[in-house]
């Protein structure tokens, strides 16, 4: 079955502990991007990535990072949270550009 | 500046009331335009890919048009199951991977 696979789904954690979510995909795609999803604002890009070794910038990476050194996994990595990166996370695949992009499950973040 | 914009943020209709969803957007070449659904604490599921002006699709009781400032999603005769939060988002020409969402229309529907 085709899949983005994130985890965990559900993470609390205390301000300035460093943590990753991890996102595994097994479509092959070249094209992976993480998105964080708040009230009223919807859904905005943090770094998207085009192949193995290549990663960008979306709208809001400050506070992020990412690294792409298999194709298949694409973990996004707070080094030092804070309490405004309470949100909740999706990474998304796509084949191609143009096409349609499949979601992970979502990975609840609470920093306290 | 590249935006997209979704209206109403809410709608509530009643079962078998159809109604329409609109997305506005503005960006200097459109790669594709893109709805999604989506249910509480899930992530978004694609529905439908649009790529010019006149083009439609359709998939069960909704059905997708374009033009060159707007898209709508219309919903025929909805059922409770419909209700959900419908994104659309959009992907420029020359922007790599990057895709900007709405902020979506939370749709209830009423039995």
């Known amino acids: 079955e085709a899949q983005v696979t994130q985890n965990p789904r559900y993470l609390i954690t205390v301000t300035g502990k460093k943590l990753t979510v991890t996102c595994s995909q097994n479509?092959?795609?070249?094209?992976m991007s993480w998105y964080r999803q708040d009230p009223g604002l919807g859904l905005r890009q943090i770094y998207y990535?085009?192949?193995?070794?290549?990663?960008d910038k979306g709208d809001v990476p400050e506070g992020y990072k990412v690294s792409r050194k298999e194709k298949r996994n694409f973990p996004l990595i707070l080094e030092s949270p804070s309490p405004n990166q309470t949100s909740l996370y999706f990474c998304?695949?796509?084949?191609?550009?143009?096409?349609?992009?499949?979601f992970g499950q979502g990975t609840r973040l609470t920093v306290v | 500046e590249d935006q997209v914009t979704q209206s109403p943020e809410a709608l509530r209709l009643q079962e078998g009331e159809s109604s329409s969803l609109n997305c506005s957007y503005t960006?200097?070449?459109?790669?594709?335009l893109f709805w999604y659904r989506q249910d509480p604490g899930k992530g978004p599921e694609f529905l439908f890919t649009?790529?010019?002006a006149g083009e439609e699709k359709e998939k069960e009781r909704l059905k997708a048009t374009l033009t060159k400032k707007e898209s709508f999603l219309h919903i025929t005769a909805p059922k409770p199951e419909d209700s959900a939060t419908y994104l659309c988002?959009?992907?420029?020409?020359?922007?790599?991977?990057?895709?900007?969402f709405g902020s979506g229309t939370r749709l209830s529907i009423r039995p």
């Open positions: 998304a695949s796509t084949g191609q550009l143009g096409t349609e992009a499949f």
């Open positions: 479509m092959n795609h070249e094209y």
């Open positions: 990535s085009m192949n193995v070794e290549v990663t």
């Open positions: 960006v200097s070449g459109l790669r594709g």
């Open positions: 649009l790529y010019s």
């Open positions: 988002a959009v992907q420029e020409v020359g922007g790599a991977s990057k895709i900007i």
